[in-house]
């Protein structure tokens, strides 16, 4: 009888998608710098007020290159964590090898169809089923301005990419780094993006979206290159290697003018108590206003044993909890994975990112990120990255980059 009301009680559970009992999840994410740990701590919160416990398991790495690697690993050494932060093409490979969960149930109860976006939802689903929970939109497209040397400047936000050269030199000429950057293949490659970007929407689907050998290789992506080449002489000496928040750190303390970063940066400037308007400013990379190229981090849950799905799905459904989506993105610099979640309690730059992220998409001229795996497969992702960094770091003219870009990108398809 024990035994038979201990059944009925876990697919009880089971159904409800939501646990009170003692358990658990373990959590592999990158989300290791000071702002992004702020962001965690109101997800683990959430989750021990609802008695689910969290087994940490931090793998630091900046856009999850190193993570992912530690997954594979362990998924093949036959030893998955239960829930994964992911995202983009990464989510949708695990689900085409099985490995995931599936998380319908929790999803129709709490009718995921109608708030979560049609551009998430592309990577939250596989054949049909939830396999994923989003818990935020990030966008690419920005740039974090040092509002003392951009007053010093003269004050005007650049528009356009000349006034954002002019813009450098005068952050050169008062003794800070222009240009705070990390010398590593994906910050690179965000930087890429939005260059790109503000040389055309239809360009930057017809590259990045598309693969069009005539996009990849062409004058515009020449042009591209260029631009890079430009931006890479307003960098400090020591960028190689350099961590995103470390950098973001010298916008924060006066020592560099700006940094091109996804909105994650902005968990960076909120932790340093830093107010958007008055001590930084957040813009979107010149020449690329009203297109948004975007990344969604979601927690994926691995095929773990029958006891771990309760907790799985209970941590499914707190992700998804309005509420909780507001007070996490307050805190990480992203917007809502929900489109019903209100712009209340975010400061002005996420009430601009909310703004655009509707409006690009009600406009067609939203994206999906090159640089954070949501415009295609690591494979072709990291033959990009290669590209990049080699053109960035001096091995490559802008010529013979974008011609290696076709070949980089036929090979890996
Ligand atoms: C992105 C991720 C963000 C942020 C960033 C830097 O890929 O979506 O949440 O963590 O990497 O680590």
Same mark, same amino acid.
């Given at each position: ?5 201990a059944?009925?009680?876990?697919s009880?559970? !089971?159904?409800?998608?939501?646990s009170?009992a ?6 592999v994410?990158w989300?290791t ?17 609802k008695? %689910?416990?969290w087994?940490?398991?931090?793998? /630091? ?5 190193e993570?992912?690697? %530690? ?10 964590p239960? +829930? ?6 990464d989510?949708l490979?695990? /689900? ?13 109860? *709490?009718?995921w169809d109608?708030?979560i ?5 592309k ?7 939830? %396999? ?5 939109v990030?966008s ?5 301005i040092?509002?003392?040397a !951009?007053d ?7 528009t356009?990419w ?5 813009l !450098?030199?005068?952050f050169? =000429?008062?003794?800070?780094?222009p240009? +705070? ?6 910050q ?5 993006e939005a260059v790109?970007?503000s ?8 590259a ?7 996009? !990849?290789?062409?004058?515009k992506?020449? *042009? ?7 931006l890479r002489?307003y ?8 961590d995103? @928040?470390? /950098?973001?750190?010298?916008?924060? *303390? @006066?020592? =560099? ?17 830093k107010v958007?308007g008055k ?7 010149p020449?690329t206003?009203?297109?948004v190229?975007? @990344?969604?981090d979601?927690?994926?849950?691995f095929?773990?044993?029958?006891s771990?799905v ?7 459904? /707190? ?7 507001a007070a ?29 992220l509707? *409006? +690009?998409?009600?406009?067609g001229r939203?994206f ?12 072709v992702k @990291? ?5 990049v960094?080699r053109q960035?770091?001096g ?5 013979d980059?974008?011609a ?10």
């Open positions: 009888m024990r035994v038979l009301r059944i009925t009680c876990s009880m559970l !089971l159904l409800s998608g939501v009170h003692a358990e658990s999840v373990e959590v994410h989300w710098s000071g702002g992004e740990a702020a962001a965690l701590q109101v997800l683990k919160k959430d989750l021990e007020a008695g %689910i416990g087994t940490d398991v931090p793998i /630091a790495g900046g856009g999850g290159t993570a992912m690697t %530690i997954l594979r690993a362990r998924v093949t050494s036959g030893n998955p239960t +829930a994964v932060q992911m995202i983009g093409f989510i490979d695990w /689900a085409k090898e099985g490995a995931l969960s599936n998380l319908d149930q929790v999803a129709a109860k *709490e009718g109608k708030v976006p049609g551009a998430l939802q990577f939250s689903k596989y054949e049909g089923h939830w %396999i994923a929970a989003p818990v935020n990030h690419t497209n920005w740039v974090w040092n509002k003392e !951009l010093k400047a003269g004050g005007k936000e650049p356009n000349d006034e954002l050269v002019a !450098l030199d005068k050169r =000429a008062q003794g800070i780094s240009v +705070a950057h990390g010398g590593q293949p994906w690179d490659a965000t930087m890429f790109v970007l040389l055309g929407t239809d360009f930057y689907k017809q990045f979206i598309d693969l069009d050998p005539a996009a !990849l290789g062409g004058d992506m020449k *042009e591209a290159f260029d631009r890079m080449t430009k002489s960098v400090d000496d020591n960028f190689s290697g350099r995103w @928040n470390l /950098a973001s750190a010298m916008v924060i *303390e @006066n020592k =560099a003018g700006l940094q091109f970063m996804g909105d994650w940066a902005k968990g960076e400037f909120l932790r340093a108590n958007p001590d930084f400013v957040c813009m979107r990379f020449g206003q009203g297109a190229t975007f @990344n969604s979601q927690f994926a849950m095929k773990v044993s029958d771990k309760p907790a799985q799905l209970a941590m499914a459904s /707190a992700v998804e909890n309005p509420t909780f989506q996490f993105n307050v805190v990480k610099g992203s917007v809502p994975a929900r489109t019903d979640v209100p712009d209340t309690d975010f400061d002005a730059c996420g009430k601009k990112g909310i703004k655009d509707s *409006e +690009a998409s009600a406009n939203l999906g990120s090159m640089a954070h795996g949501h415009a295609n497969p690591a494979a @990291n033959a990009i990255y290669d590209v960094t960035f770091n091995e490559l003219s802008s010529e980059a974008a290696e870009l076709v070949t980089a990108v036929a090979a890996a398809k």
